[in-house]
């Protein structure tokens, strides 16, 4: 008798209605007031109704369960996937249509990108409880995902004034200010998040990077360096204060913050292209081209990777690999100017004229006031080798719109207008603006000895009273 009455307590724990496998990486909401997640008897954490769980296995009645890093086991029926969650909480409602459990279902829907949904729940919530921060929270959430910025703010506005105690809420508040661009409203939030909670790295590397987008290197070093102290594995932050020591001309420190966040995540975007960037500097174009190569691996949509690829290869005159990484750019990104006016550049020199003109007039029509796309299309007209591009005319309105759009003291421009003279035969006025060129040269000390030598030799033909003409080189 006492075996079939324990067989049939097995049967009602197995049956489906009560353990329903579910798939791993799903995730679940606990729908009870708490739910404990515990190994071998042993409550590791806590969890609140509504939070999410990620299924990992199952061992009836317990799903192995993941929660922000903490693993371990959790009652099955404490937890929901996301449609049974809003089927629970719809019947709830039915029961007792209170302001929470509006709320949970609104959360719900919110996970299963049923917005207005959401919204609509979410406003009954607020409707039926005006003093809960909670449910604000959930709104603004919503009006988030929506785009609805003035409402999203009001709301989460509404939170803290309900609730001025949640570190969590100034730092939320914080990464909306630094998404819109305010970073000195961002860091005053997550200062105050600092305030109420100072254990907490994100809020230290959530302030450092609203420094280091004011360019104040060095506070957001000691943010970054007070988020690793607190999260030493914190590979993002150990990434970002790399990008701000290679700000600095730091470059062994920035290295070797890049190499440890590598260490902890190899798949860490953020190192790979800081490690990209540094042998840039140090002019290691191939070592630079591998790191752009391993971030399109993990990221195939950076349209800047391809881009940088393509300026390395265009620096070592190797055109057809450039103008293909510069395809690729556009292909992902269009409206890209810079990579049409390079691309265009890389024909013209290897006399590709008339594909040149193209990606030239395409990078204007993009950037009407780009002034770099107008002196490079006026130089073809100046020095193509081909002399049905030589447009002289053409060439004095380019760069007459490209000095409405550039700073007083442009070497480059002035080298254009030298050239132009010459074109026209005046090589008094190009020996005089070419040497105010070189002159304007001085002023930049990070100039490649490549573009002085250049200079000079302009310089030198025109003082013999000869154009220069472009003779193309091979792709």
Known sequence: MRMLLLLSLSLIILQPETVVAQKKGETLLVVTKDADISVEGKVLKTLHEGYEVVFKDISAPWYWVEHKGTLGWINSTTARTIPEAIEFYTSQINANPSSSNYRYRGDAYLLQKKYQSALNDLDEAVRLDSGSAKNFDSRASIHSKLGNRKQMYADINMAIQLDPTSATR????????????????????????????????????????????KDDFKSAIKDFDSAVKLLPAYSSAIAERGDCQLELKNYEAALQDYQAALKIDPASTDALWGMALYFDIKKDPQQANQYYENVLKLDPKRYFAYYKIGSNFQSENNFAKAIQNYDRSIAIKPTYRSAHRNRGICYRKTGNYAQALKDFDQAIQISPKHPDAY???????????????????????????????TSPGSWRLAQSFAGLYAAEGKFDQAVETMNKAIALQQEHTTLSEAARQQARDYLALYQQKKPYREIPLKP
């Not at 508040?173 to 409203?185: C, E, I, N, Q, T």
């Open 170 to 213: 100034y730092n939320n508040r914080g990464v909306l200010y630094a998404s819109d661009s305010k970073p000195d409203k961002a860091i005053a939030d997550y200062t105050q998040s600092i305030r109420l909670n100072p254990k907490k790295a994100i809020y230290f590397k959530n302030r450092g990077m609203s420094y280091k987008k």
């Open 375 to 405: 002196r490079s299309r006026a130089w073809l007209k100046i020095t193509a080798s081909d002399p049905k591009f030589i447009d002289l005319a053409g060439a004095k309105q380019d760069l007459a719109q490209a000095e409405k759009f």
